[in-house]
Each structure stands twice: as structure tokens, then as C-alpha cells.
């Protein structure tokens, strides 16, 4: 891009090996300038296998700037199946990146508007013309400009998406008796999805977020939220039972977004013949899917071996991120706060890390006025955690919104670096004894993820409220400087981040990039203008 700075950010993976190479701009590096480049190292371990993304981590151009990530089992994988597909899930936003980050920050606050569309596998499909009418031909040209549907007007109901003339449904080929691993990854940046297969039994959830192996779940429906990776296994039907549907040769896939004012619909196809024709869309939904995304299957990933989460007795401290937006009284902008603190790009003069690259002690957090300040320092804005700490993380939804947007929205909560335990979610306010014998009681075993949702809870004290919590617990094993956002860019940008900092200074110093001076400046020659 000639005038517009880059990162890239391996979401998913833990970077522990090159945390200056996690690509979070003013966090961990400088963003790269036009016509300069960055050398990253993405360095995974044994036990990283799974299905992860890239995407940019510059304001919201992880929206189009982002693909598809594989750790591959080199045959280690516990399960069988016979070949793989990839199945990933964009949003299709009416705007471009930087306009839509550009009116999210400005005064007056802009809105952008919902999906458009719902991109799988490159292919979208923008809202369709015949629910919403606009003047014709305006309806969105893929990678062009607008929709005639209004922006932001909640509907009831769900809005079928479209097929523009010309262009085909996404399609998946499988083969007749075949077991496919299914990676699902959603790499929307809004949208919260539910999918089911019409006439398939179930999906077979393997993997959630990649690492570790899941003790198998079957679910006919499937949810997929911003930042996501589900790992499913799919049993293609059987030559019979091709014939017993009629010789059937294609299936819908079929999606819908969810806890947004307005809701999508969209499809793919399974087609079990190369050489039959894409279907369009049918006229009837074939599939029914659950209207209250929330706590779908709380409590049941467990792993099927590896890594134990650490006890309850083990927790050394909770830190609660309070989630509130409101309108910034010095800068007129809406902001989204986290605990009281909103941080942005614009946050840090210096990277985080290279400032503490370069000036040791003096850039660290102070941890003694974190632990009396919810768990943020003043001077840095940043979290500090000690090495081998066992934290428990707590997202709390306090259902506080600035009346100019008055929609109380779920988040998709994404840690980068090691990933968390989660330990559940629920609606009201967290409380931690209840949810640990709550554990106890279902024998719950917690799997490690680096995104789950905080939902759209009717609050249990006043149900005209929404509010909920999410709650994690981490052993911090994994010095750098890491972030902790929502993964609905729009907030994100808008300031519902926060940064951790974990270990000490030598700690931190210890892990060096190879050209630490061209890190530190971008004069070196690893990370230098290009021409
Ligand atoms: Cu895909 Cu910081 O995230
Ligand atoms: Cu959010």
C-alpha cells in the first residue's frame, strides 16, 4: 500500500518464540511504512497444530487484509479422515478499512452499518435486492461501493442474503463415503455466526481454536464467532444414501448472523458432483437454527488429553475488564472502555516493547500501582503479570452504553499469545465461587482458547439490561507485551483493548529479535525500506 502503514498478526498462535514479531502496532512493533518491510519470524512449537489466520492488525484492515493459517500434525492427529477443506468466513463491509475506522474514531461517531454480506471462501454475496428494494443496479458489486439497503436500521426478523446475477453460491466438492476435517475459521470482524448442514447429521467439533485435541462433540448447529476456529469432522454421505435422498448431488450450508440489530442469511453448497451446476439459493430455508446464540455448549470442550487447567486454589489474582462505552468528554468521540481504560494505536508514542527494548525498568509497568488500580498501570496504560502467576481473567458486560447507540452487543473476546482456560460464562455479575462448583458439579475439564464470547446476557437483576460475564484463567508462562481486544474491529479501534505486559524486564529482554537494532528503529537491515 503506498500510504497506508501494515502489520500482520499470526492470530492464534502464540508467538512465545518472537513475541516482537506478534504484530500489534504500538504494542509489540512499529507498523510498517509504505515501501518498507518487516521480517517476521512465526515460530510454532510441538502442540500448535491447528487451523489458524493472518490477518493485519492496523486499525480495521484485518476486515479484507487477512488469510487462512495451518499448523500441520505431521500425521500426529488422533483423528481419521481423509482429506481437509477449508472453510473461511469473512464479513463483506460496505466501507473501506480505513473509512470505516477513520468514522467509528471521528466526532460525530459514524456507524458504518451492518454486513453486507457474508464472504466464504472468497466468494460473497452481497444483501439481497428483493427484501430491502434500492434503485437497481446499485445493489453492492463485489469489492465496489454500496448497497441500497439503509445502514444500521434494525429489522425484525432475518434478511435473506442474495445472489448476485451471474455469480454462483460458494461451494465445498467432497466425494460420496469420505471423512473430511472441516477447518472452520472466522475471520469476520462483526459478524457472529450460526451454521447447520441441511440433511447431515451433525458435525464433529475436534479442535476449537487449534492446539489441543478435543474430546469429540457432535453438534447438528455450529457457531462461529469473530476470530473463531472450529475443527469439525464431516462424514460425507454414502453412495446409498445419495440414492435413498433421490441421487441427490448437492446439500445447503446454511448461516446466519446473530445478537446484531439486524440478522443475515446466507448459503453454501455441498456438492457431492463436480460436474453438476451450482444451485441458487432455495426459496425455502431448509434448516432451522437457534434464534439465542447464547452459551452454545458452555461447559463441554474438554481436552482429550494434554495440558490441565490450573485449579481454582491456585489463582493468585483476578483482574475484572469492565466493559463500558461511553462518550469521551476531552475528544467528543465514542469510546469503549475496558476497567476505565481505552486504548487505542494512538496510546503509545513508542511501542510498548521497543520502549522496553530500549529504556529496560524505566518503560515497565509499575505492579504494585496495577494491583491498586484494577489491574492497570497509570504511566503505561498497560496490565502487568508476573511470570508463573495464575490469573483469572473476568470480562464483565456491565451492560453500560452511551445512549447515542443504545444497543447492548456481544463480543468476541481474542487473547493473543498463550491461550486461556476457559472456565465458562453466564448472565448478572461474576461470581467465582458459584461458577467453581459449578466445575465441580458438571466434572468440567476447561480446554485452552484464545477467543470466546461474551454474550448478550439478559441481566438476571433487571431484564431490560444485557449483561453477562466470560471468565478465563491463565498460568502466565509467556513473557512480552500481548493484547487482549475484542474481535468486532469497530470496537476494537474505538479503544476495547487492553495490553499486557507479562514478566520482568530481563524476562522480557531475553527473547531478542535477530536484528534488534533495525527492530528498535527500523534502520537495520531486517526491518528496513525496501528500496
Ligand atoms: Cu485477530 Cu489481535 O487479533
Ligand atoms: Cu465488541
Not at 450460526?194 to 448447529?221: C, K, N, S, W
Not at 458459584?434 to 482458547?449: C, M, S, W
Not at 470466546?452 to 446476557?457: A, G, V
Request: proline share 7%.
Amino acid at each position: 500500500m503506498s500510504d497506508l502503514n501494515l502489520t500482520m498478526h499470526w492470530h492464534g498462535l502464540t508467538q512465545r518464540m518472537a513475541p516482537f514479531a506478534d504484530g500489534t502496532p504500538q504494542a509489540s512493533q512499529w507498523p510498517i511504512p509504505p515501501g518498507h518491510f518487516f521480517d517476521y519470524e512465526v515460530a510454532t512449537e510441538t502442540g500448535d497444530a491447528g487451523t489458524y489466520f493472518y490477518h493485519s492488525h492496523v486499525a480495521m484492515q484485518a476486515t479484507t487484509c487477512s488469510g487462512p493459517l495451518v499448523v500441520d500434525d505431521c500425521s500426529s492427529c488422533p483423528f481419521d479422515y481423509d482429506d481437509e477443506r477449508i472453510l473461511y468466513f469473512q464479513d463483506y463491509l460496505r466501507e473501506s478499512d480505513q473509512k470505516m475506522a477513520q468514522d467509528v474514531q471521528g466526532v460525530p461517531y459514524r456507524w458504518p452499518g451492518g454486513t453486507n454480506g457474508i464472504v466464504l471462501n472468497g466468494r460473497s454475496i452481497p444483501i439481497d435486492s428483493k427484501v430491502t428494494p434500492g434503485p437497481s443496479g446499485q445493489n453492492g458489486v463485489f469489492g465496489g461501493g454500496h448497497a441500497s439497503n439503509p445502514e444500521g436500521h434494525p429489522s425484525p426478523g432475518v434478511k435473506q442474503i442474495a445472489n448476485e446475477e451471474g455469480c454462483t453460491l460458494p461451494v465445498i466438492d467432497v466425494e460420496p463415503g469420505k471423512t473430511y476435517r472441516f477447518r472452520i475459521a472466522g475471520a469476520t470482524g462483526l459478524s457472529l455466526l450460526t451454521m447447520a448442514i441441511e440433511d447431515h447429521a451433525e458435525f464433529r467439533v475436534i479442535q476449537a481454536d487449534g492446539m489441543q485435541y478435543l474430546r469429540p462433540v457432535d453438534t447438528r448447529d455450529l457457531q462461529l464467532g469473530p476470530g473463531q476456529r472450529f475443527d469439525v469432522l464431516f462424514k460425507a454421505k454414502t453412495i446409498e444414501e445419495l440414492a435413498a435422498d433421490g441421487n441427490k448431488t448437492t446439500y445447503y450450508l446454511q448461516f446466519e448472523t446473530r445478537s446484531r440489530p439486524e440478522q443475515l442469511r446466507g448459503y453454501a453448497v455441498i456438492r457431492y458432483d463436480d460436474n453438476v451446476a451450482v444451485p441458487e439459493e432455495p426459496a425455502i430455508p431448509p434448516v432451522d437454527l437457534p434464534a439465542n446464540p447464547n452459551g452454545w455448549l458452555e461447559y463441554t470442550f474438554e481436552p482429550l488429553t494434554g495440558v490441565v487447567a490450573p485449579a481454582a486454589e491456585e489463582v493468585t489474582r483476578r483482574i475484572t475488564l469492565e466493559v463500558v462505552q461511553l462518550k469521551d468528554s476531552d475528544t467528543g468521540r465514542q469510546i469503549w472502555q475496558l476497567s476505565g481504560i481505552s486504548w487505542t494505536e494512538e496510546s503509545n508514542k513508542v511501542p510498548l516493547l521497543v520502549d522496553i527494548y530500549q529504556r529496560g525498568r524505566n518503560a515497565m509497568p509499575n505492579y504494585t500501582v496495577a494491583k491498586g488500580n484494577k489491574g492497570w498501570d497509570t504511566k503505561t496504560g498497560s496490565f502487568p503479570i508476573k511470570l508463573g502467576e495464575v490469573v483469572e481473567l473476568v470480562i464483565q458486560n456491565t451492560g453500560t452504553m452511551s445512549s447515542d447507540i443504545g444497543f447492548v452487543e456481544a463480543h468476541p473476546f481474542h487473547v493473543h499469545s498463550q491461550h486461556v482456560f476457559d472456565i465458562g460464562s453466564g448472565p448478572g455479575v461474576y461470581d467465582a465461587e458459584a461458577n467453581n462448583a459449578k466445575i465441580e458439579r458438571l466434572g468440567y475439564k476447561p480446554t485452552l482458547r484464545d477467543t470466546t464470547m461474551l454474550y448478550r446476557y439478559q441481566d438476571t437483576v433487571d431484564p431490560g439490561q444485557a449483561a453477562g460475564w466470560r471468565a478465563w484463567r491463565l498460568k502466565a508462562t509467556a513473557p512480552g507485551v500481548w493484547m487482549v481486544h475484542c474481535h468486532i474491529l469497530a470496537h476494537m479501534v474505538m479503544g476495547m483493548q487492553a495490553v499486557f505486559v507479562v514478566g520482568n524486564e530481563w524476562d522480557i529482554k531475553e527473547i531478542a529479535p535477530n536484528d534488534v537494532a533495525g527492530y528498535l528503529d527500523y534502520g537495520g537491515s531486517v526491518y528496513g525500506n525496501s528500496t
